[in-house]
């Protein structure tokens, strides 16, 4: 990609956070934003455990998303890190994409997140997600549901899909509009923040979140231990691989049982579906090895969290 004059006159750039509850496809909004995968999603709730910035580029602007944690009622020290970094967002960005699951309708846990940013002096875009879901029936109900949730504020609202995109053409303009002047803040080839080595983390764990369901995956996290390039022993390259060690870490024996599975089928298919999203990546051939460790509690102790980069305030 050329690089872009971001001196031009009216180039804008800013940082704009994506909160919302868990699961209501922020990170999905992320991917389908930029046209590849960065974000990990899944049908589990809390997904998301890091402040993943995303870089979206173009003639007229710099987008830089910021995908929170999904804002949720803590039960372990994990937990309260993860709201408290969703909630730290807000006060460090120069606009919010708020984003509400309209599948359903808003119950207290949307009310909570809604006076949470109801005084923002930055602009606020609404979003709700998940439209194409509704039966044509239900469109106009769900509308007046929510409007009456926002009653009092003058937000602009979009009904989109981040799964097939309706909506998001419009809804990356109307982002434009609201951002400040500014001179462009990344290289244009940049889409993510992170080295590649978190995200190759993250999609490991993605895979444990999608196999596994709700057998463990609150209990996981990934940690990259090393990689090397292995040479190809014939003289082309062509065969050539990026060598991967990783170990997840649980919680319990019972779930380590669960994550190797009978004759270690599910930790090897964890790994053959991780190592093709790691190909993607980095765009050349992977060599995975997983291992499974057992550490206790980590989620409530503070050096662990810390290890595996979940640091605190």
Request: glycine content about 8%; proline content about 4%.
């Amino acid at each position: 990609m050329s690089e872009i004059d971001s001196n031009q006159e009216g180039f804008k750039s800013g940082f704009i956070a994506l909160i919302g509850r868990p699961n209501v496809g922020k990170s999905t909004f992320i991917n389908k934003f930029v046209g590849e995968k960065i974000a990990i999603t899944s049908p589990i709730a809390q997904t998301t455990r890091n402040r993943l910035k995303v870089i979206l580029t173009n003639e007229k602007s710099q987008i830089i998303f910021v995908d929170t944690p999904g804002i949720h009622k803590p039960h372990h020290l994990l937990g309260e890190r993860l709201v408290h970094s969703a909630k730290r967002s807000i006060g460090e960005v120069d606009g919010v994409l708020v984003v509400f699951e309209a599948s359903h309708s808003p119950g207290r846990g949307d009310a909570f997140i809604l006076n949470l940013i109801r005084n923002l002096k930055i602009p606020v875009i609404v979003v709700l997600n998940k439209w194409d879901l509704l039966e044509l029936s239900q469109f106009k109900e769900r509308k007046k549901e929510y409007s009456d949730l926002f009653e009092g504020t003058n937000w602009p609202v979009f009904c989109c899909s981040a799964l097939t995109g309706h909506g998001c053409n419009e809804l990356i303009s109307a982002i434009e509009e609201q951002l400040p002047l500014g001179p462009q803040l990344y290289p244009s080839n940049m889409t993510c923040d992170h080295p590649e080595k978190f995200l190759m983390a993250e999609f490991i764990r993605e895979q444990v979140l999608i196999n596994t369901r709700e057998e463990v995956p609150h209990s996981v996290a990934v940690s990259i231990d090393k990689v090397e390039d292995i040479p190809s022993k014939k003289t082309s390259n062509r065969n050539s691989r990026t060598g991967i060690l990783a170990t997840i870490c649980v919680e319990k024996k019972s779930q380590k049982g669960i994550l190797i599975g009978k004759g270690g089928a599910m930790l090897k298919k964890i790994g053959q579906e991780s190592r093709l999203q790691i190909q993607t990546l980095i765009n050349g051939n992977v060599y995975l090895e997983l291992f499974v460790k057992v550490v206790p509690d980590w989620r409530s102790k503070s050096s662990r969290l810390n290890e595996f980069g979940y640091e605190g305030s």
